[in-house]
Nanobody, 119 residues
Framework: QVQLVESGGGLVQAGDSLRLSCAASGRAVSSFVMGWFRQAPGKEREFVAQITWSHGSTYYADSVKGRFTISRDNAKNTVYLQMNSLKPEDTAVYYC????????????WGKGTQVTVSS
């Protein structure tokens, strides 16, 4: 089983940057797709970005494109989300998730890390 642990959240001002980390442990994830999602108060969880471990192919939600960058460090089994030019509407709990190669959905989730952006 894969365990995902997020870190790096916090309280920042609009325009600031943060880098979130997601450490994966328990088994090899080299064939997984890793994603970041977020959930703001009173809203449904939404997709933010994803990356394939094997090729590093990335995909972003339109709302973060050009501001956020997802990357991975294979040696550390860690996925990052670099968030620049943060806006108050980016305030949410950010979750790391993993989609196994045999699944069409994200089956594995971390507990989340809070990001709060003040105006």
């Amino acid at each position: 089983q894969v365990q995902l642990v997020e870190s790096g959240g916090g309280l920042v001002q609009a325009g600031d940057s943060l880098r979130l980390s997601c450490a994966a442990s328990g088994r090899a994830v080299s064939s997984f797709v890793m994603g970041w999602f977020r959930q703001a108060p009173g809203k449904e969880r939404e997709f933010v970005a994803q990356i394939t471990w094997s090729h590093g192919s990335t995909y972003y939600a339109d709302s973060v494109k050009g501001r956020f960058t997802i990357s991975r460090d294979n040696a550390k089994n860690t996925v990052y989300l670099q968030m620049n030019s943060l806006k108050p509407e980016d305030t949410a709990v950010y979750y790391c998730a993993a989609r196994p190669p045999y699944s069409s959905s994200y089956d594995l989730w971390g507990k989340g890390t809070q990001v709060t952006v003040s105006s």
